[in-house]
């Protein structure tokens, strides 16, 4: 006999709606549109491998990095299938440098869709898995036509974020404020079932997460740290095991289930241009938004993501995300520099 009950998303997302007594039902709908366009990108990442898709459009976007024709491929799609549900009054995404408005011929609503439609894409020709990352507010200003002040919001007005992994399995993860849910997307009926229920990060890990790389380049705070966390103390379960993938989204997903801690710092290659790689509206705060609903932190170091204020759409920030004892020991060492 099974035991636990077969439950899809979009029961869940109406049942989550259900305990706003003032909801409409736009909400549902529009997370609703947003797994249709989840599934589409999950098959067509699936048979990347098989169709002329894989490869580079030999385009740059405006971050200066080569466009892969997935990434293409996953913005247009979650754009078509958003721009015409009458829930969102506008949208921003990684790929397009200015705010996309909704098309005059379609009805506006009272949300916003932030994206970035397909994390970690450089990975892709690896077949290593990938990510979509959303974050969702509601509209801000009151005029005619929304406008960038509705994207340049603070992550704790966020009203749900998620993520869409593509790995072995297609899961979306997802937050409306009343924790974590993770669905694993069933391909022989089309289904994203509900398979881990209010997940909860552990308060400590023994993974750490970063690009090592980069090791010269960090402040003395996050080189100290990296090194503490080297060191043979078997009390305190150091030394950590590095594990780095290079897709956020996947180091993300894994330290949520496993424990640990993920880290971009500054780059300090050019003292005078510290340069964050991150960016705050559509990577670090909807994971930010993930992260203390499953009992983890978000920091730069020295701020909780979720209260810097953007003033930029691209806006980038230093990222340390994880379980909540490593985040605060890393803010230690960093307060320390
Ligand atoms: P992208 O949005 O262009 O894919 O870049 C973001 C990615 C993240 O997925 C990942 O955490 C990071 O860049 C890896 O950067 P690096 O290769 O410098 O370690
Ligand atoms: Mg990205």
């Given at each position: 006999?099974q035991?636990?009950?077969?439950v899809?998303i979009q029961?869940?997302i109406?049942?989550?709606e259900?305990?706003?007594?003032?909801?409409?039902?736009?909400?549902t709908?529009?997370?609703?549109?947003?797994t249709i366009?989840?599934k589409?990108?999950?098959?067509?990442?699936n048979?990347?491998?098989?169709?002329?898709?894989?490869g580079?459009?030999?385009e740059?976007?405006?971050h200066?990095?080569?466009?892969?024709?997935l990434?293409?491929?996953?913005?247009e799609?979650?754009?078509?299938?958003?721009?015409h549900?009458?829930?969102l009054?506008?949208?921003?995404?990684?790929?397009?440098?200015?705010?996309?408005p909704i098309?005059?011929?379609?009805?506006?609503?009272?949300?916003?869709?932030?994206?970035?439609?397909l994390?970690g894409s450089?990975?892709?020709?690896?077949?290593?898995?990938?990510?979509?990352i959303?974050?969702?507010?509601?509209r801000?200003?009151?005029?005619?036509?929304?406008?960038?002040?509705?994207?340049?919001?603070?992550?704790?007005?966020?009203v749900?974020?998620?993520?869409?992994?593509?790995?072995s399995?297609?899961m979306?993860?997802?937050?409306?404020?009343?924790?974590v849910?993770?669905?694993?997307?069933?391909?022989s009926?089309?289904?994203?079932?509900?398979?881990?229920?209010n997940?909860?990060?552990p308060s400590?890990?023994?993974?750490?997460?970063?690009?090592?790389?980069?090791?010269?380049?960090?402040?003395?705070?996050?080189?100290?740290?990296i090194?503490?966390?080297k060191?043979?103390d078997p009390?305190?379960e150091?030394p950590?095991?590095?594990?780095y993938?290079?897709s956020?989204?996947s180091?993300?997903?894994?330290?949520?289930l496993?424990?640990?801690?993920?880290?971009?710092?500054?780059?300090?290659?050019?003292?005078k241009?510290?340069k964050?790689?991150l960016?705050?509206?559509y990577?670090?705060a909807?994971?930010?938004?993930i992260?203390?609903?499953?009992?983890?932190?978000?920091?730069?170091?020295?701020?909780?993501?979720?209260?810097?204020?953007?003033?930029?759409?691209?806006?980038?920030?230093?990222?340390?995300?994880?379980?909540?004892?490593?985040?605060l020991?890393?803010?230690?060492f960093?307060?320390?520099?």
């Amino acid at each position: 006999m099974q035991k636990s009950k077969v439950v899809t998303i979009q029961r869940h997302i109406v049942e989550q709606e259900r305990l706003h007594p003032n909801a409409t039902g736009d909400f549902t709908c529009l997370l609703w549109d947003l797994t249709i366009a989840a599934k589409t990108i999950s098959r067509e990442v699936n048979k990347a491998g098989l169709a002329d898709i894989l490869g580079i459009t030999g385009e740059n976007n405006i971050h200066g990095d080569v466009v892969k024709k997935l990434d293409v491929y996953a913005n247009e799609k979650i754009y078509k299938s958003m721009n015409h549900g009458g829930h969102l009054c506008i949208m921003a995404s990684e790929e397009n440098e200015d705010i996309i408005p909704i098309p005059d011929e379609f009805p506006k609503g009272k949300y916003v869709l932030l994206f970035d439609p397909l994390d970690g894409s450089s990975n892709i020709d690896a077949n290593v898995c990938v990510g979509t990352i959303f974050s969702i507010y509601r509209r801000k200003t009151t005029g005619k036509e929304s406008t960038i002040e509705d994207c340049l919001r603070k992550g704790t007005d966020q009203v749900a974020a998620g993520y869409i992994i593509y790995g072995s399995s297609t899961m979306m993860v997802y937050t409306t404020g009343q924790g974590v849910h993770g669905f694993t997307l069933d391909p022989s009926i089309g289904e994203f079932l509900l398979s881990h229920e209010n997940i909860r990060i552990p308060s400590k890990g023994k993974i750490y997460s970063i690009n090592e790389g980069n090791a010269n380049t960090w402040d003395e705070g996050t080189k100290k740290y990296i090194a503490y966390l080297k060191e043979n103390d078997p009390s305190t379960e150091r030394p950590y095991s590095l594990r780095y993938i290079g897709s956020l989204v996947s180091d993300f997903h894994r330290n949520l289930l496993y424990g640990g801690i993920f880290l971009y710092p500054v780059d300090y290659k050019d003292p005078k241009k510290p340069k964050a790689k991150l960016r705050l509206l559509y990577e670090a705060a909807p994971l930010a938004f993930i992260v203390e609903q499953a009992g983890g932190k978000a920091s730069t170091g020295k701020e909780r993501i979720l209260n810097i204020q953007a003033t930029e759409l691209h806006q980038k920030v230093p990222l340390v995300i994880g379980s909540k004892e490593d985040v605060l020991t890393y803010e230690k060492f960093f307060s320390q520099k």
